[in-house]
C-alpha cells in the first residue's frame, strides 16, 4: 500500500493541473508575481519607511538650532572696542 502525502492543511489536497498555454518566466518575474500582492511583505516595507521616519525625528533633537550674529567695533589704530563676539540663540518649535 502507498503512503498518503501530507498537506500543510486538512482537507487541501494537490494542486490540480494549470490549463492553457504554457507561459515561460525568469526567475525574477515568478519571485515578482508571487510577492507582488503579498500583505506580509508590503507590511513590513511600510514599516521599514516608517521606522526610517522616526529615526529622522528622533536624531532632529540633536541637531543644532539658533543664529549666531557678530559685530566687530575697530578704531582708527585697529585696536577693537566692545565686546568682540556676541552670540544670541533662538530656538525653533
Do not use: I
Not at 515561460?24 to 500582492?37: C, D, K, Q, S
Amino acid at each position: 500500500m502507498a503512503p498518503h502525502p501530507r498537506y500543510a492543511h486538512e482537507g487541501s489536497g494537490p494542486t490540480p493541473p494549470a490549463t492553457g498555454p504554457e507561459l515561460r518566466l525568469t526567475l525574477p518575474e515568478a519571485v515578482y508575481l508571487g510577492l507582488r500582492r503579498n500583505s506580509g511583505v508590503r507590511g513590513a516595507y511600510l514599516q521599514r519607511v516608517l521606522d526610517a521616519y522616526n529615526l529622522h525625528v528622533a536624531e532632529s533633537a540633536f541637531t543644532p538650532r539658533g543664529n549666531l550674529l557678530s559685530t566687530v567695533d575697530a578704531d582708527r589704530t585697529g585696536g577693537n572696542r566692545g565686546p568682540p563676539l556676541t552670540c544670541r540663540r533662538r530656538c525653533k518649535r
